[in-house]
């Protein structure tokens, strides 16, 4: 199984910048994405981005431009930049991790992943 930490919680401006890092452990092999979603207070959990094995990176409309997945292999950790924050961004985001083949997955959804993070608290003040 794949145990997955987040970090990077914190209080920021609108405007201003915070990384997410995303630690995994345990049996990280064979794995197929890893994502990031974000819940906000009365609202359903919501894609931000993925990195697939393959390296390719998708972003939800809502952060593209501003948001960047990438990941440190070495390290088993999957990051995510974000920059311009607004206060639409203020959410628990969460990390995700999509293992184990067989059925098709499409990374936009929750159902396509496997293992997740306890989520970490991002906080944009206007």
């Known amino acids: 199984q794949v145990q997955l930490v987040e970090s990077g919680r914190g209080l920021v401006q609108a405007g201003g910048s915070l990384r997410l890092s995303c630690a995994a452990s345990g049996r990280t092999f064979g794995w197929l994405a890893m994502g990031w979603f974000r819940q906000a207070p009365g609202k359903e959990r919501e894609f931000v981005a993925h990195v697939r094995s393959g390296g390719s990176t998708y972003y939800a409309d809502s952060v593209k431009g501003r948001f960047t997945i990438s990941r440190d292999n070495a390290k088993n950790t999957v990051y995510l930049q974000m920059n311009s924050l607004k206060p639409e961004d203020t959410a628990v985001y969460y990390c995700?991790?999509?293992?184990?083949?067989?059925?098709?997955?499409?990374?936009?959804?929750?159902?396509?992943?496997?293992?997740w993070g306890q989520g970490t608290q991002v906080t944009v003040s206007s």
């Open positions: 995700a991790c999509a293992a184990g083949g067989g059925f098709y997955r499409n990374y936009e959804t929750q159902r396509a992943y496997d293992y």
